[in-house]
């Protein structure tokens, strides 16, 4: 079982930055693949940026070049910088993690662990 507290989100300015953070309860953080995803009223849920454990990403198309993921598996912490946010980023960001060695055998399935959630809003 992995255990996911996601923090860091706040009102915000069009333009503006923020950085939101998740901690992962788990012995051994460095064999997960870990994410965000969000999620605003109304509309699909969306993957936001990926980290495998690895280190390699992958960002959605709509915040390429505006966000940054990243991992410290020395503190067990999901990051994600966001910049230039726009009022379309307003919406619920979860943390989500699964086992990388699963998600290879397995590259379709969801992530199977997801936390509370931490919401953004952007204003015009």
């Known amino acids: 079982q992995v255990q996911l507290a996601e923090s860091g989100g706040d009102s915000v300015q069009s333009g503006g930055s923020l950085r939101l953070s998740c901690v992962a309860s788990?012995?051994?953080?460095?064999?997960?693949?870990m994410g965000w995803f969000r999620q605003a009223p109304e509309k699909e849920r969306e993957e936001v940026a990926t980290?495998?454990?690895?280190?390699?990403?992958s960002y959605g198309d709509s915040v390429k070049g505006r966000f940054t993921i990243s991992r410290n598996n020395a503190t067990n912490m999901l990051y994600l910088q966001m910049n230039a946010l726009k009022p379309e980023d307003t919406a619920m960001y979860y943390c989500?993690?699964?086992?990388?060695?699963?998600?290879?055998?397995?590259?379709?399935?969801?992530?199977?662990?997801w936390g509370q959630g931490t919401q953004v809003t952007v204003s015009s």
């Open positions: 989500v993690a699964d086992i990388c060695a699963y998600r290879r055998l397995h590259p379709s399935s969801p992530f199977g662990f």
């Open positions: 788990r012995l051994t953080f460095s064999d997960l693949c």
């Open positions: 980290i495998d454990s690895d280190g390699s990403t």
